[in-house]
Every structure is written in structure tokens, then in C-alpha cells.
T-cell receptor, first 113, second 113 residues
Framework: DTEVTQTPKHLVMGMTNKKSLKCEQHMGHRAMYWYKQKAKKPPELMFVYSYEKLSINESVPSRFSPECPNSSLLNLHLHALQPEDSALYLC????????????FGPGTRLTVT | DQQVKQNSPSLSVQEGRISILNCDYTNSMFDYFLWYKKYPAEGPTFLISISSIKDKNEDGRFTVFLNKSAKHLSLHIVPSQPGDSAVYFCAARPWNYGQNFVFGPGTRLSVLP
């Protein structure tokens, strides 16, 4: 199984809503990532979890809150988002050692109204 | 300021010919480089990587060349196939910043039958 799954595929939320994005992998990877991708732009790293601990937070606003309940799951909790947060949110995983190959999920297309 | 640049937003190539995608970087701390391919509505897929201690890495139809002095790398696809039509991202990692990958803006490759 070399798949990273993400749910939901699409999400529309208001600025006062609270929602969560979910990501799952069963490859035994110990590093998991959240990226944000705007249209016609490259993916931008948001967070990295390594061995279930937050290792990188790229100065992301607190309205985005990551969580890694176990080594297979990664969540991104959303609260009080702004319309400019509308984007494709990509989850990825890698072995977590010096193997740099990342496996990406298909993404969640988020629209904030 | 873009640390990883892909100056050609798009490229069209005839089927069976060579596709050459270019990537330039500005950060001399980058020591590992990757190429990803992305189809619409899917996450990026890892293609090939190269460490800064090498100048060439080959995998089937894909070859990546690295010129450290010029801070330039290129991806060669030979022969190009219509299924190669996708957006190609170059990504780089600084040696001192763990799993922080910086992506280029991407080049859209169209392989014409």
C-alpha cells in the first residue's frame, strides 16, 4: 500500500465554522507533512510531524492547528478561516529518516466563504 | 524571493522526442533535489532525485543532471510520451533544515501525439 488518503476531497466552510481535514497512510512512514497550494503556485510547506512530534511549523497562523494522533494519522483543524485561506491542502508522508521521497495524497480543495 | 525557479511555465514537445525541463536555485545550502509530476486533481508524484554529491542520476526514461557551480538542474525525458503530459515541480532541501522542501513554481509539459 503506497497510498496517502485525504478526506474530504472538497470542503466549503464559512469564516465562523470549525472543520478538520484528515490524512492517513499505512506505509509505516514516520514523517508527515501539510502543504498549502494556491492556484498556479507551488506547494508551500505548513507543518512537519516527525515521529509524531511537531518538528516544523512554518509560521502558520494559529487558525490552523495540526494534530498527529498516531503515526498513521494526521489532522488539520481549521477555525475562523479567511477567504484567502481557500486553497488545495496536500498531505504527504515519508520514511522519516534520510529517505527524502515524499508520497502525496490527492489533496482537499478548501473554499472559505 | 523565489529560491527555486522554473522559468518556463510551459513546454510542448512532440511524442518520441526529448523533453528538457529546467530548474535554477539560489540557495547554496540546498543539498538534495527532487522532481515531482502532478496530474490535475491528484497530489504530486515523486519521479527522481539527486544528491549534491552527484551530477547525474538516471531512472528509465528520466535523467536528472545537476550543475552545482551554475546552481542549475535539468530533467530529461527520453522518449517523451503523451502520458508524460503534466505539471513538473522541482524541489530542493537545505542540508541544515531537516525535512523542509522548497518547491519551484512548476512547468506544464504537453507531449503532442
Amino acid at each position: 500500500d503506497t497510498e496517502v488518503t485525504q478526506t474530504p476531497k472538497h470542503l466549503v466552510m464559512g469564516m465562523t465554522n470549525k472543520k478538520s481535514l484528515k490524512c492517513e497512510q499505512h506505509m509505516g512512514h514516520r514523517a508527515m507533512y501539510w502543504y498549502k497550494q494556491k492556484a498556479k503556485k507551488p506547494p508551500e510547506l505548513m507543518f512537519v510531524y516527525s515521529y509524531e512530534k511537531l518538528s516544523i511549523n512554518e509560521s502558520v497562523p494559529s487558525r490552523f492547528s495540526p494534530e498527529c494522533p498516531n503515526s498513521s494519522l494526521l489532522n488539520l483543524h481549521l477555525h475562523a478561516l479567511q477567504p484567502e485561506d481557500s486553497a488545495l491542502y496536500l498531505c504527504a508522508s515519508s520514511r522519516g529518516d534520510y529517505s527524502y521521497e515524499q508520497y502525496f495524497g490527492p489533496g482537499t480543495r478548501l473554499t472559505v466563504t | 524571493d523565489q529560491q527555486v525557479k522554473q522559468n518556463s511555465p510551459s513546454l510542448s514537445v512532440q511524442e518520441g522526442r526529448i523533453s528538457i525541463l529546467n530548474c535554477d536555485y539560489t540557495n547554496s545550502m540546498f543539498d538534495y533535489f527532487l522532481w515531482y509530476k502532478k496530474y490535475p486533481a491528484e497530489g504530486p508524484t515523486f519521479l527522481i532525485s539527486i544528491s549534491s554529491i552527484k551530477d547525474k542520476n538516471e531512472d528509465g526514461r528520466f535523467t536528472v543532471f545537476l550543475n552545482k557551480s551554475a546552481k542549475h538542474l535539468s530533467l530529461h525525458i527520453v522518449p517523451s510520451q503523451p502520458g508524460d503530459s503534466a505539471v513538473y515541480f522541482c524541489a530542493a532541501r537545505p542540508w541544515n533544515y531537516g525535512q523542509n522542501f522548497v518547491f519551484g513554481p512548476g512547468t506544464r509539459l504537453s507531449v503532442l501525439p
